[in-house]
């Protein structure tokens, strides 16, 4: 899918209970902008990176994705993104071939890999027959970074990428971003950790929405 799409943050303000979690933030992201969203827990990041693709609804403002020049329907956005995070779960009954399967009805993945073209590039092709509930935590959490950077979606939004994984995979992971999402726009949030993000080129920091 050509990447040509961008996303506008307009005045966008969200707040839990009765306290703002950020307020009135303006941002533009171009097609294929690499940006870093920076705080510490609790600052607000993984709300706004869930905010930008539309699982949560602003209190003000507005988020606005244009094909060229064309606004895109709310209900088309979910097309054009793909998302990985811990706090996202797989289903945990399938194994990684029926997982793979199942997601390849919803969402294609790039160059008409096939589900053991995809096994393969995850690496995990010696638990693929296993229930995914006896994954390992750091295995669970590639398999999710596969099958984001690899679905056929120009936008790319990760929360905390690197999250349960050691040295090898955090290599694995930057392998991966510089050969199968270097054309894509990418959205990562970070509690600074040098690794997820030394890809990006724009930086956001929570401290500054207060």
Known sequence: MENLISIELK????KFNKEWIFKNLNLLIYPGDKLVI??????????LLQTIAGYLITEKGEVVFSNNTNKIEIDAVNEYISFASPYLQLNEDFNLNEQLNHIAVFKPFLNNYTTEDIIEILEL????????????????QRAKLGIAILSNAPILLLDEPVSNLDVHAIN???????????????????NAIKEEYDYCQKQVNMIDFK
């Open 11 to 14: 005045n966008v303000s969200k």
């Open 38 to 47: 920076l705080g510490g827990n609790g600052s607000g990041k993984s709300t």
């Open 125 to 140: 092709k010696q638990v693929s027959k296993k229930p995914i509930k006896h994954f390992s935590s750091g295995m669970k």
């Open 172 to 190: 694995w992971y930057k392998e991966m971003i510089n050969k199968h999402a270097s054309a894509k726009t990418i959205v990562v949030c970070s």
